[in-house]
């Protein structure tokens, strides 16, 4: 069965489940995963942190609220800590043309905020296809912890 | 501000240059492809900025999209959208050769599609300017080809965003026949908060 996982949102599934993420740009999708559960969580999120934000009502939105509720709840879902591990996609720096002084891209903080916050749960990321300047789409698949990332310029890459 | 809270003189008002815009737009177009262009009225959007991507009708559709950051009195984007196969039409004639299926997108092809979208929002922007007494200048045009909603989102996300939450966005439609199809394309027009307000106070709606 395929999940959609939206922008700014996030999805627990296990098993033979599929969790699928489509137009990550310049956002992150992080991919926990336990392999003695076969349980995995997906998260999209667009910016690298909450205080950016007047409107915090939706942790999935923020890297860092976002990856406390993904990893709370795959807690709370039977996932042992020391056995998770993650994997992130995304981070693209579409418009890499348009040069700006002093500017670091938001694909580029997101990705440094993936690695802050999983570093600050003691999460070892395994993977990870990020960076450059295109879009990409992720399927998660629970039966294996296997990413397949998927995008016009580059095709298929399993992760 | 708070932009669900605009009232609709204010949006009327908005509308208005909007339209103004896309006419000067619509006939810098046409001389382009050298058919009639017709615009529809421009559409205020002001939506939350995860549900970017609902501005394309299909999200996971490979699009063309030009980026132009604008700047002078009143900062923000400009960003041109058509399908790739569209894209690629208006490219064919604007060199004036037969048009084809053929999907190649080199240098050729994307240049011209940047001078396409240089050509399409200096209008817009020069309009614009003109009838608000203001000075707006484009940037250099960037292009993306690639899914709708990578290229929505990052577009939005990309530079420095003064209102992160929500996106306002004036959307116009462009459309021409060119033989048995019909090509459409989209011109969204962004402008940071501030530069609303200063509108506004352009049009003595503040």
């Given at each position: 069965?395929?999940?959609?996982?939206?922008?700014?949102?996030?999805?627990?599934?296990?098993?033979?489940?599929?969790?699928?993420?489509?137009?990550?740009?310049?956002?992150?999708?992080?991919?926990?995963?336990?392999?003695?559960?076969?349980?995995?969580?997906?998260?999209?999120?667009?910016?690298?942190?909450?205080?950016?934000?007047?409107?915090?009502?939706?942790?999935?939105?923020?890297?860092?609220?976002?990856?406390?509720?993904?990893?709370?709840?795959?807690?709370?879902?039977?996932?042992?800590?020391?056995?998770?591990?993650?994997k992130i996609v995304g981070g693209a720096n579409m418009f890499s043309q348009i040069r700006r002084a002093n500017y670091v891209p938001i694909g580029t903080r997101n990705i440094e905020a993936a690695k802050t916050n999983l570093e600050r749960h003691g999460i070892p990321i395994v993977a990870e296809?990020?960076?450059?300047?295109?879009?990409?789409?992720?399927?998660?698949?629970?039966?294996?912890?296997?990413?397949?990332?998927?995008?016009?310029?580059?095709?298929?890459?399993?992760? | 501000?708070?932009?669900?809270?605009?009232?609709?003189?204010?949006?009327?008002?908005?509308?208005?240059?909007?339209?103004?815009?896309?006419?000067?737009?619509?006939?810098?177009?046409?001389?382009?492809?050298?058919?009639?262009?017709?615009?529809?009225?421009?559409?205020?959007?002001?939506?939350?900025?995860?549900?970017?991507?609902?501005?394309?009708?299909?999200?996971?559709?490979?699009?063309?999209?030009?980026?132009?950051?604008?700047?002078?009195?009143?900062?923000?984007?400009?960003?041109?959208?058509?399908?790739?196969?569209?894209?690629?039409?208006?490219?064919?004639?604007?060199?004036?050769?037969?048009?084809?299926?053929?999907?190649?997108?080199?240098?050729?092809?994307?240049?011209?599609?940047?001078?396409?979208?240089?050509?399409?929002?200096?209008?817009?922007?020069?309009?614009?300017?003109?009838?608000?007494?203001?000075?707006?200048?484009?940037?250099?045009?960037?292009?993306?080809?690639?899914?709708?909603?990578s290229v929505l989102t990052s577009a939005y996300l990309s530079g420095d965003t003064d209102n992160i939450d929500t996106v306002f966005c004036i959307k116009t439609q462009f459309e021409f026949v060119q033989g048995e199809k019909i090509l459409e394309g989209y011109m969204l027009f962004l402008p940071?908060?501030?530069?609303?307000?200063?509108?506004?106070?352009?049009?003595?709606?503040?």
């Amino acid at each position: 069965m395929k999940i959609i996982v939206h922008i700014a949102e996030y999805k627990i599934a296990h098993n033979s489940g599929i969790l699928l993420t489509n137009g990550l740009g310049s956002c992150v999708a992080i991919a926990l995963y336990d392999g003695r559960q076969k349980l995995g969580g997906l998260l999209h999120f667009l910016l690298p942190d909450s205080s950016l934000s007047v409107d915090v009502s939706n942790p999935a939105k923020f890297a860092d609220m976002g990856t406390d509720q993904l990893v709370y709840d795959m807690l709370e879902s039977g996932a042992n800590i020391k056995n998770i591990r993650a994997k992130i996609v995304g981070g693209a720096n579409m418009f890499s043309q348009i040069r700006r002084a002093n500017y670091v891209p938001i694909g580029t903080r997101n990705i440094e905020a993936a690695k802050t916050n999983l570093e600050r749960h003691g999460i070892p990321i395994v993977a990870e296809d990020t960076g450059k300047d295109f879009g990409r789409s992720v399927e998660f698949h629970l039966d294996s912890g296997i990413l397949i990332v998927k995008s016009f310029k580059m095709g298929v890459v399993e992760l | 501000m708070d932009f669900i809270n605009l009232e609709s003189i204010q949006l009327d008002g908005i509308r208005e240059i909007a339209n103004i815009g896309s006419g000067h737009s619509a006939s810098a177009l046409s001389q382009i492809v050298g058919h009639k262009v017709m615009i529809n009225v421009p559409e205020v959007k002001i939506i939350p900025v995860e549900k970017i991507s609902t501005l394309w009708e299909n999200p996971n559709e490979i699009i063309t999209g030009i980026l132009l950051d604008f700047l002078g009195d009143i900062t923000g984007k400009t960003l041109l959208l058509f399908t790739k196969n569209d894209a690629k039409y208006m490219v064919d004639i604007l060199l004036g050769r037969e048009t084809s299926d053929a999907m190649l997108f080199g240098e050729m092809e994307q240049s011209s599609l940047k001078e396409i979208a240089n050509i399409v929002v200096s209008a817009y922007l020069s309009a614009l300017g003109t009838f608000l007494e203001l000075m707006v200048i484009p940037s250099v045009p960037a292009l993306v080809i690639d899914d709708a909603a990578s290229v929505l989102t990052s577009a939005y996300l990309s530079g420095d965003t003064d209102n992160i939450d929500t996106v306002f966005c004036i959307k116009t439609q462009f459309e021409f026949v060119q033989g048995e199809k019909i090509l459409e394309g989209y011109m969204l027009f962004l402008p940071d908060t501030d530069s609303l307000k200063t509108i506004l106070k352009a049009l003595h709606l503040d």
